[in-house]
């Protein structure tokens, strides 16, 4: 090749590098790793008739939907901004306070102020659709946007945890919370545990008294399991031969052997004496609801709570 044909592909070559490339309109951009997800949420918002609301401009259906799910995030996203961020920062405070004091008021308090801040929130970003609404229609807004987000998001929420995760107990004058998420096989002597009494009334009438049960939820440490042999005697009670003082109210004789599948968890009441109540009476009712099944197994309360020591007795 002669010397001007050699410069001349030089050239021509040095002018395709510096070419900048542009997407061919025949050939459609690829897709995006998030597609799949705008298509499914097209989808559903065809399927459920919410393309044919018409929302004026300022309003997104976006910004709708997560404002009614983030509490806060309505003022954020309406501004100013600087609110916006104060109100994030206050409903992140909140919830740590619920979780800090959960079962106590104070926790109770911080969640009613939570949900104070994501109505009020939502109905501000909503406010260009009420521009032009009275009174009346505003105030119902907001009643039906409280029991929306109440019933939708908040109450499952609280059953979600109090069935499944977490519940506080009140004993004596403290509040234990207690896990759910332990097994019963696991629990061994020692251990404290919480569990249900679904006693209705119960104990035989006695020179004009009776003993009555009420039923609720009991909380104590597992004295003996299924197989340990517990005696009675006037000063101690023994599991498998171990001496330890008597609780109130336990018997001054007898023996007992626990079953498998149950605990001996000795009862702790607030007792109301009403009449002539004999403590013979008293003590074997006790007796009876001491022997606990596993079925009735609620959870295990925590030694510590985040940084506080739990009370248990």
Not at 220 to 236: I, Q
Request: net charge positive; proline share 6%.
């Amino acid at each position: 090749m002669s010397t001007a044909g050699k410069l001349k592909l030089e050239l021509q070559l040095v002018a395709r590098l510096n070419i900048q490339e542009e997407a061919s309109p025949y050939y459609p951009p690829r897709a995006r790793w998030y597609s799949r997800l705008l298509f499914f949420g097209g989808t559903i918002r065809r399927r459920l008739a919410l393309d044919r609301i018409l929302l004026p401009r300022e309003i997104a259906m976006v910004g709708l939907v997560a404002s009614f799910l983030v509490p806060g995030l309505a003022v954020y996203i309406r501004g100013p901004r600087l609110w916006g961020r104060a109100a994030l920062a206050s409903c992140g405070l909140l919830l740590l306070s619920f979780i800090v004091w959960f079962g106590h008021p104070a926790g109770n308090f911080a969640l009613g102020l939570l949900l104070s801040i994501h109505i009020s929130g939502f109905v501000y970003y909503c406010s260009p659709l009420l521009l032009e609404a009275s009174f009346s229609s505003r105030l119902l807004f907001t009643l039906l946007t409280m029991m929306v987000l109440g019933l939708l998001i908040y109450l499952p929420i609280r059953n979600v945890i109090l069935q499944h995760w977490l519940i506080p107990l009140r004993v004596r004058d403290n509040v234990v919370i207690v896990h759910r998420l332990g097994s019963p096989l696991d629990i061994k002597r020692g251990d404290w545990v919480m569990y249900s009494q679904n006693n209705g009334e119960t104990g035989d009438a006695h020179r004009g008294g009776a003993v009555w049960v009420q039923s609720g939820f009991g909380c104590g440490p597992v004295l003996a399991v299924g197989g340990d042999r517990v005696e009675f005697s006037t000063n101690a009670f023994r599991v498998n031969g171990e001496a330890r003082p008597l609780l109130p109210h336990m018997p001054n004789s007898g023996t007992l052997t626990v079953p498998e599948k149950h605990w001996f968890i000795w009862p702790d009441f607030d007792i109301y004496e009403h009449g002539n109540v004999n403590e013979a009476n008293v003590s074997a009712i006790m007796l009876q609801m001491a022997t606990v099944s596993q079925k009735q197994f609620i959870g295990k309360p925590f030694k510590r709570w985040l940084w506080r020591r739990q009370i248990l007795s």
